[in-house]
């Protein structure tokens, strides 16, 4: 309750600041008293979880905010001891099953079944069920989601699943088909650009249009992102000023740098500092399909147009295989070496017809 | 060449022996003539002798007249024989003086009755087996089969059938002639038909012409056998010149007879063959190692290993310089088992000192030639010392290196040679604590005292890397002991080790040997040069019938890697289906290929480095298929440094070392230090294509258990050898970056689970793992260090109070604190615990600013006594709610919150907590904490007791007059009467007597 991003969010559906429309349907939906599995879906920072936070507390008052962790723990068909967090409220229970890596699976089969099988003691008072929430679906094996299928279906009397995913690209589509699924996209900048402003008049602070825009612009449509670098901002210097330096993520910026050294040479050897470069990154726990997409991302503004669809469907094709691997490094240094490979061979090219 | 031969077809001349005493048993005493073979026996024992005496110019001589005076005759034989021996040891005395071995004597002086009794007992056997064998054979006379001598030639075995065959052609002949003289019989009998009356019964008849004439009367039963006879022999008498049976007969005969000429062609034709092979080889090859001989019987059991074992020191086939410096080893432990005298220890170094000298005196140019010869000697020169126990320097001898060398028969053998029993311990046998300790005591410390067999005990530790590490330090014990201990318990001598232990193993390095490798005197043990195994290969197949020629058991023994075992069991099994072995057979045969286990950095060097072109011995047999019959000719010509052979080399290599993982690190760790020429990198990428490919089948096995994937992983390490392979020595480093990475992500991913592990569950729900990683950390860290005046908190304006506070309160959302570290160099350090700032900080990016020590106390402070103040707050709620109170709002902040609008949050949050503390203060006056209550006496009340007497009156109390008792208190705190207890003293009452009292 501390950070501007938790203590000024709202926590009602009818105080959320942008996609009011959909908030009044969810609002509609639910008062009801009944509504079906959901599958909430968007980018990060656009929020997704806010909104189901409103929707529970819509649902059940604010009982659902007295939460508890708990940590829970199993015991694999393999002997193999697992131990997951969940947080909790009287009628809701929040999982991520994805925090067990692969073994989700027993994850998805323990939890929902024991949460789903109990029936509500007083249903004259209480909603006559709980609500599940998983997050991060689109992490799920498929082993999980499969095991998800029916228990969706044989619990629909005394649970209700709510799935949080930023794509449905990898939910697979017997669960798509059961959920009423709900997007949330991204703020725009001006949606963010106001908040920001409005937040910071809440604190008592005056922040310049302009400074707002250019934190928008920086975050990449993440409003989480822009709060929190909006509270960076303030911290660093206070009055603002329009053209302040906004700080950003370092790991943004020494993805970027790699990918400069990237176009600026290929070389084994060249190769061999990206690698350490990618090395630092991947210890410092950002996914490796980030780093993919960063890359990519500045490769391709830094290369010639005839390379971008090229080089594009090559950073497919490895992400692709990255997805199915299992060492990262390989993947992205072989779409760093094929990149190197296709771009020596373009300049090649070129200076052959300039000669 | 005589003798030779007899040798070589042993078993057909033992055959044919057979079959002539059976044809006619009267002349039995032929069988002798197989004791004749053991003749030469004498001969042979001192062949190798001879051999070391010409070749390597050893001490270990002889009187040459020995060899002559062996050969002379059988009767002497056990006698030369024994001479042989105990001259081998007299000689050594004698001339080893620059060796250092004239301890051989002395152990054989110390022990009389040692080494004779193990020779008589050797003889012993070997006799036995000479006189079982015309036993069996005289046994075969009268049991007309052929028990004694298994076939081990298919000639052999034709003989046999022969012979065997014989006795019924014999007994059909016999049949023939019977039939022929009963027929005659009877034409006699029909032309007695007499004139006058014979003697006996007869019959008398008269004919046409009235003449008279008389038959002799026979029996009936008589005649009828006659007549039936008759009737079979008119059988075959009727069409043809002789009978069928009789032709059948000579059919077999004669096809009998043609096999025995063939098989005799055919043993002709070897011998042939053998004798111009000893003619090319050597002609002075006369004699032959008699062990061949003895064991002719059981040659079909024996594996050749064991049978062509070496039984003495000068047999021994592995390096020469190893073999001395273990013997060297083993004779300095006679000071300490035989007692022998140290002096002449001393001595003999003293006279060595000098010898050197001179011969460096004399020629100094040679000094260093004569270091390098005998450079095993100078490295256990200065290790002659002995201890306290006169024990040398090291207590156990550690043979190591590959199988099949020769390890443990030269273990027990140099053993055996310095007099010693040899006791051996292996992997079979249990090696639990209590069975090895129980061993090495039984083995170190006792000795047999019944028996043939009374000298002292030699360990033989055998395998001893595979032994349980407590095993091992049941070993190290017994090494340590010193007897220091023991004295202290006093059990003199009592654990100290007394025998030579010798250790042999495989690979030193094992993590269980690595004390016991720097106490011990380590040997590597080197393979035999490929010449000396070859020649030795070529006399065993020459004693074996098997027809090769040296240069293809070069091409053997460089195939199998000098691997004397391999070596040997392959000729066995190639000498069980065919007769010869050809260069071409050991170059196409798919046996014999060892699994080449290579290190890991050799694994790569191959795969970084092209090979140098060499000349190919042999050829993989996977490239058979590939290769016509012409190409046979030519595989000497095939370079391995085309792309096949290339391709098959790194392949066959990668697969015999399997770990494909540790292997596929180092290439990918390696590979772009390569210096190769790829200016538009398609080799890299390529390369890199593999790389992500070997990820997939590594995948796919784990998950789906699809080890028949694994087949393809090898292939990859292929392609990178086409692709970065050069001609330059690769500088290889170890492949440690992976797990590396792998504990610093381990590391970093713990600190952010610790860290949302302990999170305010409402924050919690609103982040997950990425999300903090990716967004709230690198901003978090800077927002959690604001400016903050370096002066005390008392001082600070309301709002930055207020920010101060806002601080805390992120702090504590996020399970953030700082917590006091000291540091390597003595001062103290804030840190942030657990520190996510590692995480999300990056090397080479701008530090982003450090709060000051002060700000940083100050914060953890607050912070725990933020904590101290929420903790306070739910026990208050609770006792209240225990006591029945009604529950207070605004005693639950953060329920209280989330009721009232987000807007109006934070001033209400902050006041709620200033409610709070006026509550807290309040219910700290009513209810004093229990630490701060404490026990107050009670005020006991004086009751008016009245005092009645026995008849129930009202005793009146007498009060003392006031200025009276004020006298007497005066009187008594005036005197100088005292009391004072005093332990000890009797006299408790004293009195202060003053000098001028006494006056």
Not at chain 2, 329 to 351: A, Q, T
Not at chain 2, 479 to 486: I, V
Not at chain 2, 804 to 827: C, D, F, S, V
Request: glycine share 4%.
């Amino acid at each position: 309750m501390s950070l501007w991003v938790d203590k000024y969010r709202p926590t009602n559906l009818s105080k959320l600041d942008y996609h009011k429309e959909q908030a009044a349907h969810i609002k509609k939906l639910v008062a009801s008293g009944d509504f079906p599995h959901l599958l909430v879906y968007g980018p990060s920072g656009a929020g997704k979880k806010t909104r189901i936070m409103c929707l529970l507390r819509e649902l059940y008052g604010a009982g659902v905010e007295k939460l508890r962790m708990e940590h829970q723990s199993f015991v694999t068909p393999s002997k193999k001891k697992l131990e997951i967090s969940t947080i909790a409220s009287n009628y809701h229970i929040e999982v991520n099953p994805s925090d067990v890596g692969i073994q989700d699976r027993v994850v998805i089969q323990e939890i929902i079944k024991t949460v789903a099988q109990s029936n509500q003691i007083d249903t004259s008072q209480q909603k006559d069920f709980k609500v599940i929430l998983l997050t991060e679906t689109d992490r799920l094996t498929k082993d999980a989601q499969h095991a998800l299928r029916r228990t969706m279906e044989k619990y629909m009397g005394t649970c209700r699943l709510i799935l949080c995913c930023n794509s449905t690209s990898k939910v697979i589509p017997a669960i798509r088909s059961r959920c009423l699924g709900i997007r949330v996209p991204a703020p725009k900048i001006e949606e963010i650009s106001k908040i920001l402003v409005t937040t910071c008049k809440k604190e008592g602070l005056n922040l310049p249009s302009q400074l707002a825009t250019k934190i928008a612009e920086k975050s990449n449509r993440n409003l989480r992102r822009a709060l929190l670098m909006c509270e960076a901002c303030r911290v660093q210097q206070y009055p603002f000023s329009a053209d302040q330096s906004v700080s950003e993520p370092d790991w943004e910026v020494y993805l970027r740098e790699t990918a400069n050294m990237i176009v600026q040479q290929q070389s084994p050897q060249r190769l061999l500092e990206v690698r350490q470069r990618i090395y630092e990154l991947l210890t410092h726990c950002i996914p490796a399909d980030i780093i993919m997409k960063g890359l990519l991302k500045e490769v391709v503004a830094n290369c010639d147009g005839q390379l971008k669809t090229e080089i594009t469907q090559v950073a497919a094709f490895y992400e692709h295989r990255l997805q199915m691997g299992q060492k990262e490094i390989y993947h992205i240094e072989a779409f760093v070496a094929k990149f190197m490979s296709i771009y020596k061979h373009f300049l090649d090219e070129s200076m052959g017809e300039f000669f | 060449m005589d003798d030779d031969f007899d040798y070589a077809f042993e078993d057909e001349l033992d055959a044919m022996n057979d079959m002539e005493e059976y044809s006619n048993p009267v002349i039995s005493n032929k069988s002798k003539k197989s004791l004749d073979f053991t003749t030469p026996k004498s001969a042979t024992r001192s062949r190798p002798v001879k051999n070391l005496n010409d070749s390597f110019a050893t001490p270990l001589t002889e009187s040459p007249g020995v060899g002559n005076k062996e050969n002379d005759s059988n009767s002497n034989f056990r006698k030369s024989k024994k001479r042989d021996q105990s001259d081998m040891f007299g000689d050594l005395s004698d001339d080893d003086d620059d060796l250092n071995l004239k301890n051989t004597a002395k152990t054989t002086d110390s022990l009389p009755d040692i080494t004779p009794q193990r020779k008589r007992a050797r003889h012993g056997t070997a006799s036995q087996s000479h006189s079982k064998k015309p036993a069996s054979q005289d046994n075969s006379i009268g049991d007309d089969s052929f028990e004694i001598t298994p076939p081990s030639s298919p000639v052999a075995v034709t003989t046999r059938q022969q012979n065997r065959a014989e006795s019924p052609v014999l007994s059909a002949t016999d049949r023939i002639k019977r039939l022929q003289t009963m027929k005659d019989n009877f034409e006699m009998t029909r032309e007695r038909v007499l004139k006058r009356p014979p003697n006996g019964q007869f019959f008398s008849a008269t004919g046409e012409g009235g003449q008279r004439a008389y038959m002799t009367l026979k029996d009936e039963s008589n005649l009828e056998k006659e007549s039936l006879e008759l009737v079979a022999s008119s059988k075959g008498l009727s069409l043809l010149g002789t009978s069928i049976t009789s032709l059948m007969n000579t059919v077999r005969t004669k096809k009998l007879t043609s096999l025995i000429e063939e098989s005799t062609n055919l043993s002709k034709h070897i011998t042939g063959e053998i004798d111009s092979a000893i003619a090319a080889v050597n002609g002075n090859h006369s004699d032959i190692d008699d062990e061949v001989v003895e064991e002719t019987n059981e040659r079909a059991q024996h594996l050749w290993v064991d049978r062509y074992a070496p039984h003495k020191y000068t047999e021994l086939l592995s390096d020469e310089s190893t073999n001395r410096t273990l013997l060297h080893w083993l004779k300095m432990w006679d000071y300490c088992v035989f007692n022998k005298d140290k002096r002449e220890l001393e001595k003999k170094r003293e006279k060595k000192e000098q010898q050197n000298q001179k011969k460096n005196a004399a020629k100094p140019d040679n000094k260093n030639f004569d270091n390098k010869k005998f450079d095993f000697k100078k490295k256990f020169e200065q290790n002659d010392e002995l201890d306290q126990f006169n024990r040398p320097e090291y207590k156990v001898a550690l043979l190591c290196g590959p199988p099949g060398l020769g390890k443990t028969t030269l273990g027990h053998i140099i053993g055996r040679h310095a007099g010693y029993h040899v006791v051996e311990m292996n992997a079979s046998d249990d090696r639990s604590v209590d069975a090895f300790r129980t061993k090495i005591e039984a083995a170190t410390s006792m000795q047999a005292v019944m028996g043939a067999d009374a000298r002292p005990n030699c360990l033989v530790i055998d395998e001893i890397d595979g032994a349980p590490q407590p095993a091992i330090n049941i070993l190290l014990q017994v090494l340590k002991n010193t007897g220091e201990t023991a004295k202290k318990k006093k059990q003199k001598d009592k654990g100290i080790l007394r025998r030579p232990i010798i250790c042999i193993c495989n690979d030193p390095y094992v993590p269980s040997l690595r004390q016991l490798r720097q106490i011990a005197m380590v040997l590597p043990f080197q393979p035999p040069i490929a010449n000396r195994l070859a020649s030795r290969l070529l006399e065993i197949s020459r004693k074996e019938r098997l027809k090769t020629d040296q240069t293809t058991l070069l091409a053997l023994c460089t195939k199998m890697e000098n691997d004397i075992r391999s070596c040997l069991n392959t000729l066995q099994f190639i000498q069980q289906k065919q007769q010869e072995l050809t260069l071409r057979n050991v170059q196409s045969m798919g046996i014999g290929l060892k699994d080449q286990h290579k290190s890991f950095f050799e694994v790569w060097k191959q795969i970084f480095q092209m090979p140098k072109a060499q000349r190919k011995r042999f050829v993989n047999p996977h490239d058979r298929e590939k290769m016509t019959a012409d190409d046979w000719n030519d595989t000497q010509k095939i370079d391995n440094t085309s792309t096949a052979s290339r391709f098959q080399t790194v392949l066959s290599t990668v697969q015999a070392t399997g770990d494909y993982g540790k292997i596929i690190q180092g290439v990918h760790e390696n590979y772009p230090q390569m210096k190769i020429k790829d200016p538009r990198l398609d080799g890299l990428s390529l390369a890199n294509e593999w790389f992500c490919f070997a990820d997939l089948l590594n995948r796919e096995t784990a998950q789906h258990q699809n080890y028949i994937l694994q087949r393809y992983v090898p292939y990859l390490m292929v392609t990178s050898h086409l692709i970065f392979a050069t001609n330059h020595v690769p500088k290889l480093q170890y492949p440690t970056v992976q797990n590396e990475i792998t504990t610093k992500l381990g590391k970093s991913s713990h600190l952010v689970e610790a860290m949302m592990n302990e999170m305010c569950p409402n924050t919690r729900k609103f982040v997950n793992y990425n999300m903090i990683v990716m967004d709230i950390l690198p901003h978090l860290i800077d927002i959690i260090q604001p400016t903050l005046r370096p002066v005390n908190t008392q001082l600070y304006s309301a709002r930055e109070k207020e920010s101060l506070e806002q601080l805390i309160r992120i702090m504590i959302a996020y399970n953030l604190t700082y917590h006091q570290e000291k540091t390597p160099e003595g001062q103290y350090q804030y840190i942030l615990d657990p520190g996510v700032d590692e995480v999300s900080r990056f090397p080479g990016m701008k530090p982003s600013r450090q709060l000051t020590y002060s700000a940083k106390q100050v914060i953890a402070r607050e912070i725990d006594l933020e904590k101290m103040r929420r903790t306070e707050s739910h026990i208050d709620i609770r006792q209240r709610r225990a006591q029945g109170l009604p529950d207070d709002k605004s005693s639950t902040p953060e329920l209280a919150h989330s009721k009232n609008n987000p807007n109006a949050k934070d001033g209400n949050e902050h006041k709620a907590t200033i409610a709070d503390k006026a509550l807290d203060e309040n219910l700290k006056k009513e209810q004093l904490p229990n630490h701060l209550q404490f026990l107050k006496p009670k005020k006991v009340k004086e009751e008016a007791v009245i005092v009645r007497d026995f008849f129930g009156r009202v005793v009146k109390k007498r009060e003392p007059l006031p200025g009276q008792e004020v006298e007497e208190k005066k009187n008594l705190i005036g005197g100088d009467i005292w009391y004072c207890f005093k332990e000890g003293f009797s006299n408790a009452v004293r009195r202060n007597v003053r000098i001028s009292d006494l006056k």
